[in-house]
């Protein structure tokens, strides 16, 4: 356990905002998700990394990690499910193109 | 003597029936339905004035008046509550044998006149409702009931003025006759309002019974230097010489000639415009008490006798000859209210003389409207330069409007030398002036009388080139013949002993005097007309040029109807209603739209910030959260 | 697992490097299947840092559900709604400078905040055995988690069946 906690907190951040940048920068919906993807996944290393290095005698963080997965699964199941349904309708998943509500 | 609610009853059933039914019904089925309505109607009428003046007197040898029906429509509180009822009365009994006669008798002629018009139907469910609103009008119990009934005659009358409503003078008389009437009624309104609320009755009786008591007792308080009681008389009577177009709010009778000639005859000369007339005779006691506007109505009377005369002498269109002639004779019913009272039957004259006239007046101006009716049925035209020499073409219209004529010229046997007559006794025993006034008043009516006759009749042999005028149908004849047989006969009717002031019988006799006078201005007058109109000659023209400013201002009515405009459109409308209407426009109006327009402006420009965009919020959201996290970083420094 | 020191920073620098530059490649690529190719390579190497952190059983549910179904689901609707080899547009220049601007912040202002703060020195355990985690999720005490963990369950359910309802052909 030589690399000390600060790098892989470093490591996560970039990740996070790299899916930051990607989330605001993409028109694709499937893009945007795959950003999501990314951020939520830089956030499970966090609460692993600060649960085995601040915490060690317990396993809270990890078990959330675990559970952010299972909801991360979930979550993406119905956001596909919802753009599949989109593409069928316009033929499109761009988010710009879904103005049909909009004022 | 229930059976007088089927007067009433009936016409409105009339009414509703052609007028539901309208094209359903063939024209001639409609017109022959509402004529025998009518006809029933009159003789309930007949009946009814039959029973009651052979009733036996009281004790005061006073015909006691009758309430076959009243009921309490609306109640406000306990005192002031609105009936429906019938009244019957000398005045409103005689009233009734005036509108149900000349009523049937405009009913039968319209068969004839309006034979093949457009909207036959909707002309015969229009003259019931007038006929069912008018008689309303005069057997109502109570001020209120009157004005109720007052207002429908009133839009009867403009459904009748507009009947040819695709013609825009027709329309525009008919507008100018309600708003002017309404106008009036406003005063009429307003009056009502102001006695019921001193008096705390609507009801006739109440009224007239004991009115010095009630009038001083209850409204001794002063306005502008006159009781309250003077000026909520005088605005009643605003109602009525609005209804029975007095100087100087005459200027819709005129104009309402652009209706059918029947109408004229039945609503602007014979019932309708008497009905100012009637109101005035009905609150008469009431009227007594208040002596100033008993002289307010003497002098619009007479002011209005005599410029309706001076104007009807150099008219043109036949019709509107009489209509100024009609203003001019109702005025004289009105002088004759004026200048009476109701101490005894001899200063009273002057009433029964009023409704003496009324009746007779009726009875010959519709005469004279018909037989117009048929001379416009026969050469197609208002105008009298169009017509002349037609008395060998139309003899039995002939016949007819000269005993019309001479009856409303004053000569004896007929009808209007006796009530004129009266009148101008009772004129004269007032006041010297206002009957010097009214006599030459009575020859300038046989001179524009006799004018109008010769030269419709003589002035020059008709060269018929191109159409012959022809007599009228017999549905048209018959109810001329008819009138001018009541007429001739209507003088010798024993007036005086049915209508009087106080109810006891007042036995005419004619001042010779008076008479005398009367008649020979009269037969000069005629004269004059005979020798300028007999034959066609240059002396009318020579005349008119040599009184040049007098004959234009004349023709144009002394510029009334231009004042009136002048008033409406560049003071009312110039300097009140486009400075309301612009602060309305761009204050008022400007105000709420700023409103509008602001909160339009701003959310169009910040609508873009909800853009729907959920990346634009992310990027948001991120910034503030760094921009805070920032701030705080920088004060923990 | 103990490795030699050397050897975990190689290992941790590899996947550091993978990590960060697969995070930009998938964000930043035109192609959309190679976004999600380059995603599995940085799920793949998140696993590896879960391993490095002796977390085995987490790091063995990233691969299964994360690298394995997740990642199955995307390229499936990839394929669905895309032609291949078509390239997706990004936005406008000004929205990407929006968004390196958002980035750059926010990657300055939390390594601000990271580095300054002084983080605890706490001596390292051993993890807990999986026979603890499976105890944990399915335990009803004190740091036990039998109801989040049943109801994950009931929404992977439901998620499931309502996944088949939005996107089946009516």
Redesign the interface.
């Known amino acids: 356990m030589e690399i000390p906690m600060i790098y892989y907190i470093v490591l996560s951040l970039v990740m996070f905002f790299a899916g930051v940048y990607g989330f605001i920068t993409r028109k694709n919906m499937l893009m945007m998700l795959i950003s999501i993807e990314l951020m939520l996944n830089a956030v499970d290393i966090n609460f692993a990394v600060f649960n085995r290095f601040l915490f060690p005698e317990q396993m809270e963080g990890m078990i959330f990690s675990i559970f952010a997965i299972a909801i991360a699964a979930a979550e993406t199941a119905i956001a596909i499910a919802i753009i599949i349904n989109i593409y069928r309708h316009i033929r499109n998943i761009d988010a710009d193109n879904l103005d049909d509500m909009k004022y | 003597m229930e059976y007088t609610l089927f007067i009433l009853v009936l016409p409105l059933a009339m009414f509703l029936l052609l007028g539901l039914l309208d094209s359903k019904l063939k024209p001639r089925v409609a017109g022959i339905l509402g004529t025998l309505g009518m006809t029933v109607c009159t003789a309930l009428a007949y009946l009814t004035a039959f029973q009651f003046f052979t009733q036996p007197r009281n004790a005061e040898g006073i015909i006691p008046s009758q309430v076959p029906y009243n009921f309490e429509w609306l109640r406000f509180t306990e005192n002031l509550h609105i009936d429906l009822g019938i009244y019957l009365d000398p005045i409103s009994v005689m009233m009734l044998v005036v509108i149900t006669t000349v009523s049937l008798m405009v009913h039968i002629y319209s068969l004839g006149y309006m034979h093949g018009e457009k909207g036959f139907q909707r002309y015969y469910a229009f003259l019931s409702l007038f006929s069912m609103s008018m008689l309303g009008l005069v057997v109502a119990t109570n001020i209120f009931q009157m004005y109720i009934f007052w207002e429908l005659v009133g839009v009867s009358s403009y459904l009748l003025i507009g009947f040819y409503y695709t013609k825009p003078a027709a329309i525009a008389a008919s507008k100018k006759a309600f708003i002017v009437t309404r106008f009036a009624d406003l005063g009429f309104l307003i009056g009502i309002l102001i006695l019921s609320f001193f008096t705390k009755t609507f009801d006739f009786v109440t009224l007239t019974t004991n009115p010095t008591a009630i009038i001083t007792e209850s409204a001794g308080a002063t306005f502008l230097g006159c009781s309250v009681a003077s000026w909520a008389l005088a605005l009643i009577f605003m109602g009525g010489a609005g209804k029975s177009a007095m100087f100087p709010l005459h200027i819709w009778l005129p104009d309402a000639m652009e209706g059918p000639t029947p109408v004229s005859a039945l609503i602007h000369a014979a019932t309708m415009v008497v009905a100012g007339v009637y109101l005035v005779a009905r609150l008469f006691p009431v009227y007594c008490v208040t002596p100033e506007v008993l002289d307010l109505i003497t002098t619009v009377g007479a002011v209005t006798a005599l410029y309706a005369a001076i104007v009807a002498c150099v008219q043109t269109d036949i019709k509107r000859v009489l209509a100024f002639s009609t203003i001019s004779q109702i005025a004289f019913m009105m002088v004759a209210l004026g200048v009476a009272s109701d101490t005894d039957l001899h200063t009273g004259l002057g009433y029964m003389a009023s409704m003496f006239h009324l009746f007779t007046h009726a009875m010959f101006k519709a005469l004279l409207f018909l037989g117009a009716g048929a001379i416009i049925h026969a050469v197609h035209s208002n105008e009298m330069s169009e017509m002349g020499g037609l008395r060998k073409y139309m003899p039995i219209t002939h016949i007819t409007f000269l005993i019309a004529c001479l009856a409303i010229a004053g000569i004896p046997p007929f009808s209007g030398f006796f009530s004129k007559d009266e009148i101008l006794t009772a004129v004269m025993e007032k006041s010297t002036f206002w009957g010097i006034w009214m006599t030459a008043v009575a020859g300038l009516t046989a001179f524009y009388m006799f004018r109008l006759y010769f030269r419709i009749f003589w002035w020059k042999d008709t060269d018929c080139s191109h159409h012959t005028p022809h007599e009228a149908p017999a549905t048209m004849t018959m109810p001329l013949i008819f009138l001018a047989l009541v007429t001739c006969v209507a003088g010798f009717i024993p007036f005086g002993e049915l209508v009087s002031v106080n109810g006891q019988p007042y036995h005419i006799h004619l001042n010779w005097s008076v008479a005398a006078t009367s008649i020979i201005v009269a037969v000069c007058a005629i004269a004059l007309a005979a020798w300028l109109y007999m034959k066609e000659n240059k002396k009318p023209t020579a005349m008119a040029n040599a009184t040049r400013t007098l004959h234009t201002a004349a023709y144009r009515r002394f510029y009334i109807d231009e004042i009136y405009l002048f008033v409406t459109h560049k003071i009312i409308f110039g300097l009140i209603c486009r400075p309301i209407a612009w602060f309305d426009r761009h204050i008022i109006d400007g105000t709420m739209d700023m409103f509008a327009h602001v909160t339009q402006w701003t959310s169009a420009r910040i609508k873009g910030l909800q853009s729907g965009s959920i990346q634009g919020y992310v990027w948001i959201l991120l910034i503030g959260t760094l921009l805070i996290a920032t701030i705080t970083i920088c004060c923990c420094l | 697992m103990e490795l030699l020191?050397l050897a975990?920073?190689v290992i941790?620098y590899l996947l550091?490097i993978v990590?960060?530059v697969c995070?930009?490649l998938?964000?930043?690529t035109r192609r959309?299947l190679r976004?999600?190719t380059y995603?599995l390579f940085?799920?793949l190497s998140?696993a590896g840092?879960?391993f490095?952190?002796?977390?085995t059983?987490?790091g063995s549910?990233?691969i299964a559900?994360?690298a394995g179904?997740?990642l199955v689901?995307?390229v499936f609707?990839?394929l669905?709604?895309s032609k291949p080899g078509e390239s997706?547009?990004?936005?406008g220049i000004k929205?990407?400078i929006?968004?390196?601007?958002?980035?750059?912040?926010?990657?300055a202002?939390?390594?601000?905040?990271?580095?300054t703060y002084k983080?605890?020195e706490?001596?390292?355990?051993d993890?807990?055995s999986i026979n603890?985690?499976g105890h944990?999720?399915i335990g009803m005490e004190k740091?036990q988690?039998l109801l989040?963990f049943e109801a994950?369950s009931v929404?992977?359910l439901?998620?499931?069946i309502?996944?088949?309802?939005?996107?089946r052909?009516r």
């Open positions: 020191p975990q920073q941790f550091a990590i960060v995070s930009i998938a964000v930043t959309i976004a999600a995603l940085v799920l998140t840092i879960y490095m952190l002796e977390y059983f987490l549910v990233q559900v994360y179904g997740i689901l995307f609707s990839i669905l709604t997706t547009d990004e936005k929205h990407r929006m968004g390196l601007i958002a980035a750059i912040a926010g990657v202002v939390c390594s601000y905040a990271l580095f983080w605890p706490i001596a390292m355990r993890v807990q603890d985690i944990a999720l740091f988690y989040p994950v929404l992977l439901a998620c499931i309502g996944a088949i309802m939005i996107a052909k």
